[in-house]
């Protein structure tokens, strides 16, 4: 019913930058909050950047001052721009969304997720 698609991963030098997108399409309704998570090699999955409809955000002591979480509402895509990485920063980036869905039954929440894209940061 709702499929997330991330872009914008690849291979990038310690300090550089990369813009990571993620495309909501399907019968939504609406799309609360979206969010950003990561899991890198032996690693349990975290949150990095959250944001709301409103465009509230948050996020992982980690990356704050580094990355920034944005959102176009019109066009169901949701933003991480990320700079100055790490190689710790190396991770399967996931794309996630609470949406709200119409079905016959009515609307229903759904919590979706991306197929992930990998971010690496190596020299």
């Known amino acids: 019913q709702v499929q997330l698609v991330e872009s914008g991963g690849g291979l990038v030098q310690p300090g550089g930058s990369l813009r990571l997108s993620c495309a909501a399409s399907g019968n939504i309704f609406s799309i609360n909050a979206m969010g950003w998570f990561r899991q890198g090699p032996g690693k349990q999955r975290e949150l990095v950047a959250g944001?709301?409809?409103?465009?509230?955000?948050n996020y992982a002591d980690s990356v704050k001052g580094r990355f920034t979480i944005s959102r176009d509402n019109a066009q169901n895509t949701a933003y991480l721009q990320m700079n100055s990485l790490k190689p710790e920063d190396t991770a399967v980036y996931y794309c996630?969304?609470?949406?709200?869905?119409?079905?016959?039954?009515?609307?229903?929440?759904?919590?979706?997720w991306g197929q992930g894209t990998l971010v690496t940061v190596s020299s």
């Open positions: 996630n969304a609470l949406v709200t869905v119409i079905t016959t039954r009515g609307p229903n929440a759904l919590d979706a």
């Open positions: 944001i709301t409809s409103e465009g509230s955000t």
